[in-house]
Antibody
Framework: QVQLVQSGPELKRPGASVKVSCKTSGFNFTSYDINWLRQASGQGPEWMGWMSPKTGYEQKAQKFQGRVTMTSDTSTRTAYMEVHKLTSDDTAVYYC??????????WGQGTLVSVSS | DIQMTQSPVSLSASIGDRVTITCRAS???????LSWYQQKPGKAPKLLIY???RLRGGIPSRFSGSGSGPEFTLTISSLQSEDFATYFC?????????FGPGTKVEIK
């Protein structure tokens, strides 16, 4: 069974960085792109980017380039997404996700990141 | 980017009603890469339908999906009290993944 389990909620000050983890099981970790999305309160989900645990290649939406880093650790089957220079606009629930051709998308449970002074 | 639109934006319906929500993509989306989600306030999106027509395990059979790119439909055959929520479509065919703006289903 595909599972993506994310790290717990975070409270950060403006200007700080946050690193969210996504521990996976139930699928071949290096065969799937890990996607990251976020959803601010009252808004629809927003795709941030994806990375390949196999190659390390990553592609991000333009608004996140230069401020978001996506990495992975194949030994622990864990993906990471770090957002730098946080502002209040980054307050959102962050999700990791994969898309399986046979069983459809699978998302983590979400990580609330709150940015406040 | 593929733009996803939905209609209606919101609807009011009664228990037992048949509800249909339409999702249209700005360009062709292969059916395998179209999914539907339900979301309630403060909760994570819940996958209902994937590959346009496949019901996720554990989802009641009153939910069904149909269509092919660029137009897809989510149908609730007999609305239940627990179905009042926001529904949105999602394409994973081409990056960036994009989402419909959502359809809010409210109690009449």
């Amino acid at each position: 069974q595909v599972q993506l389990v994310q790290s717990g909620p975070e409270l950060k000050r403006p200007g700080a960085s946050v690193k969210v983890s996504c521990k996976t099981s139930g699928f071949n970790f290096t065969s799937y792109d890990i996607n990251w999305l976020r959803q601010a309160s009252g808004q629809g989900p927003e795709w941030m980017g994806w990375m390949s645990p196999k190659t390390g290649y990553e592609q991000k939406a333009q608004k996140f380039q230069g401020r978001v880093t996506m990495t992975s650790d194949t030994s622990t089957r864990t993906a990471y997404m770090e957002v730098h220079k946080l502002t209040s606009d980054d307050t959102a629930v962050y999700y990791c996700a994969i898309d399986d051709f046979f069983s459809g998308p699978a998302w983590g449970q979400g990580t609330l990141v709150s940015v406040s002074s | 980017d593929i733009q996803m639109t939905q209609s209606p934006v919101s609807l009011s319906a009664s228990i037992g009603d048949r509800v249909t929500i339409t999702c249209r993509a700005s360009q062709t989306v292969v059916s395998y890469y179209l999914s539907w989600y339900q979301q309630k306030p403060g909760k994570a999106p819940k996958l209902l339908i994937y590959s346009a027509t496949r019901l996720r395990g554990g989802i009641p059979s009153r939910f069904s999906g149909s269509g092919s790119g660029p137009e897809f439909t989510l149908t609730i055959s007999s609305l239940q009290s627990e179905d009042f929520a926001t529904y949105f479509c999602h394409q994973t065919f081409i990056y960036p993944w994009t989402f419909g703006p959502g359809t809010k289903v409210e109690i009449k």
